[in-house]
């Protein structure tokens, strides 16, 4: 069964930095693209990141361009979300997301980023 | 803003059909991936590709598309089909990824 279960949310100030973790399972982690998402809750769904499967090719949304940067560990079944300089437009539920290039056939539960002084 | 544009709320009576539509340039291009999203849970893939459903997914989910506008189609909605449903492509550029506005969907 695939599984993926997303940590490190939280509450931080503004400007502060916070990094997600998506651990992986039920699956050869190293053979999908995997892809951040995020949703301002009662809101609708924002693609942040995606990654290809070796780490050699990352794109972001403009909105996080910069300051976010994707990663992940193939050997611990891991994908990783670094978020820096955050603002409060940043507060969402962020869902990282089994895929291909360009869709996300599985989704994690989410994990809550509250940007806030 | 969003490329991809979704009516915000479709009723459907139940045992009835109910079409979402999705609007965007980029789907004369690109063939929508579709979501199911119930309230406190992750979305779920319902549909991809031209109308390619996942295992586990019931057959009365359907997908199409012309032009520039896609459809998903459920086809004797049952109560538990009451969701969200976002579609998704690439950007006009074909780099990025965007999702639709959502559409919500009662079942009556």
């Known amino acids: 069964e695939v599984q993926l279960v997303e940590s490190g949310g939280g509450l931080v100030q503004p400007g502060g930095s916070l990094r997600l973790s998506c651990a992986a399972s039920g699956f050869t982690f190293s053979d999908y693209w995997m892809h951040w998402v995020r949703q301002i809750p009662g809101k609708g769904l924002v693609w942040v990141s995606r990654?290809?499967?070796?780490?050699?090719?990352?794109t972001y949304a403009d909105s996080v361009k910069g300051r976010f940067t994707i990663s992940r560990d193939n050997a611990k079944n891991t994908l990783y979300l670094q978020m820096n300089s955050l603002r409060a437009e940043d507060t969402a539920v962020y869902y990282c997301a089994r895929g291909t290039y360009y869709d996300f056939f599985y989704w994690g539960q989410g994990t809550l980023v509250t940007v806030s002084s | 803003s969003s490329e991809l544009t979704q009516d915000p709320a479709v009723s459907v009576a139940l045992g009835q059909t109910v079409r979402i539509t999705c609007q965007g340039d980029s789907l004369r291009n690109y063939f929508p991936t579709w979501y199911q999203q119930k309230p406190g849970q992750a979305p779920v893939l319902v549909i991809y590709g031209e109308n390619n459903r996942p295992s586990g997914i019931p057959d009365r989910f359907s997908g199409s598309s012309s032009g520039n506008t896609a459809s998903l189609t459920i086809t004797g909605a049952q109560a538990e089909d009451e969701a969200d449903y976002y579609c998704n492509s690439r950007d006009s550029s074909g780099y990025h990824l965007v999702f639709g506005t959502g559409t919500k969907v009662t079942v009556l």
């Open positions: 990654i290809n499967r070796d780490a050699t090719l990352t």
